[in-house]
């Protein structure tokens, strides 16, 4: 009778045919168990909405808590291929994802109880919020995220770092907000005075940051994916660029372009960086000079060798996809291609960010 009330046991997966196997506790999903045992497994937003996790099921029956095909595409899931954050096991399972073997820099996450301490609008729909923790954060790297809750609100929001860490005090951290239609995190924090108003802080997350290597780098963004991007060039302005990079940024119109200055500074102070914003809705009347269209359009107009670089997305998926078809039309290697997709959570089964 007692063994009615006893607790499930944890299933094995296999990662990869010469790795140990994992255990996975019963009720937890794949990229946890993972994460917490050490192997440096691929992730960003944890939520099952940029794709990062992705991997490959080879053998067991897993139970999906979201749809896959809100971010994997047909042939994809046609392969096999599940999101390790959004998988749990119903049988001992193997599967196959690329590790990645340059996250021993990445520390571990932690907590901290911290106030809204300014809000700054950037855009019409864009603002930076800084966040005063009680207890500094580890260390992040430029290009990882948050998870950000407020009180009222059940789920954690991801928020990437707008800041490299030499920009940033130590017990202060800083995210571009984007207003999410019916979004209640973000609307929270973009009407009226949020001042002081308590937030919890968990951090750092994600694989997201720029490699070591002197290849060339072409990184593109769209929208508040340019927070990610900018901590990672304010990195290399720290560190010094020693290497080409290239940075598109895709805006609507004018009204939605921010940090230009800060961009177009960078460089003026560094020969091997160039930045290009483009506008996708303008009108022919527009007094805007600069690059029209699609921010895609301009990859082979860079003069890069695009099979021997490096490539850095961030934005909304449907710029992600086409960029990553054109570079591998290009020749460009999939495992030299490093994305976040900004992909809200109310595009996701009952999500609302």
Request: aromatic share 8%.
């Amino acid at each position: 009778m007692f063994g009615l009330f006893s607790s499930k046991k944890p299933f094995n997966a296999q990662v990869n045919a010469t790795a140990t196997k994992l255990e996975v506790p019963a009720g937890d999903n794949l990229l946890n168990a993972a994460l917490n045992s050490g192997l440096a497994w691929p992730h960003n937003c944890r939520v099952g909405s940029c794709g990062t996790c992705r991997c490959k099921l080879l053998e067991g029956e897993i139970k999906a808590l979201n749809d896959f095909g809100y971010v994997l595409d047909a042939d994809e899931l046609d392969q096999g291929m599940i999101l390790a954050c959004q998988t749990r096991l119903r049988t001992d399972i193997a599967v196959e994802v690329t590790l990645d073997n340059q996250t021993a820099s990445v520390v571990a996450a932690q907590k901290s109880a911290g106030v809204v301490s300014s809000v700054t609008e950037l855009t019409h729909d864009i603002v930076e919020v800084r966040i005063k923790l009680e207890q500094p954060l580890p260390q992040f790297v430029a290009g990882q995220y948050a998870e950000l809750t407020m009180e009222g609100i059940d789920d954690a929001r991801s928020y990437s770092f707008a800041r490299s860490p030499a920009n940033e005090d130590a017990d202060t951290v800083s995210f571009y907000v984007r207003r999410v239609p019916d979004g209640v995190m973000s609307n929270l924090l973009h009407d009226g005075n949020r001042l002081g108003s308590k937030v919890s802080v968990s951090g750092p997350h994600g694989t997201f940051y720029m490699r070591e290597s002197t290849v060339p780098a072409l990184c593109i963004a769209g929208g508040s994916g340019l927070a990610p991007i900018k901590a990672m060039l304010e990195q290399c302005d720290q560190d010094g660029f020693n290497r080409k990079i290239i940075f598109l940024f895709g805006a609507r119109t004018q009204k939605d372009l921010y940090c230009i200055d800060d961009m177009e500074q960078l460089s003026a102070k560094h020969s091997q960086f160039s930045f290009l914003p483009v506008l996708s809705e303008v009108d022919d009347d527009n007094d805007w000079t600069g690059k029209r269209g699609l921010v895609t359009e301009y990859i082979n107009q860079q003069g890069l060798d695009i099979p021997a670089c490096q490539a850095y997305l961030c934005g909304p998926p449907p710029m992600i996809d086409a960029a990553i078809e054109i570079l591998n039309k290009e020749g460009l290697d999939n495992s030299q291609i490093f994305f976040d997709k900004f992909l809200d959570a109310s595009h996701l089964p009952g999500g609302k960010r």
